[in-house]
C-alpha cells in the first residue's frame, strides 16, 4: 500500500505531460513502468498478466529515454562491454532511472 501515493503522484506527473492521452492508457503504463524493475524475473509474466486484467485491450509502449540509453551505450563501449549482446541491460538502465524520478 506505501506504493499507492507513489504511483499516483507519479500518475499525476505523466498526465500532466500528456493532457491528450487516455488516462487509463498513462495509468496502466505507470503502474507497469513503476513496479516493473522490483520484480523478480520469475514474477514479470504474472504481473503484466495482471496488468493486462486490469486494463484490457490497452496496449502501451514502454517509455524510451534515448539519451540516456545512447549516453550508457557509448559508456559499456568505452569500457569493452558487450552492450548490444545484453539489451536487456538497457531495460534496466531505463527502469533504475524510472525509480529514480519516483523517489525525486
Known amino acids: 500500500l506505501r506504493n499507492i501515493l507513489s ?3 507519479t500518475a499525476g506527473t505523466v498526465k500532466r505531460d500528456n493532457l491528450e492521452a487516455s488516462e487509463l492508457l498513462l495509468m496502466m503504463r505507470t503502474l507497469r513502468d513503476m513496479n516493473m524493475s522490483k520484480m523478480i524475473q520469475e514474477d514479470v509474466p504474472l504481473f503484466l498478466s495482471l496488468i493486462a486484467d486490469l486494463f484490457p485491450g490497452i496496449q502501451a509502449d514502454k517509455a524510451v529515454f534515448q539519451t540516456i540509453e545512447d549516453a550508457a ?7 569493452n562491454l558487450q552492450w548490444k549482446e545484453a ?3 538497457a531495460g534496466k538502465v531505463v527502469q533504475l532511472l524510472e525509480t529514480y524520478y519516483v523517489r525525486h
Open 87 to 89: 539489451s536487456e541491460w
Open 73 to 79: 551505450e557509448v559508456v559499456a563501449k568505452e569500457r
Open 7 to 9: 504511483v499516483l503522484r
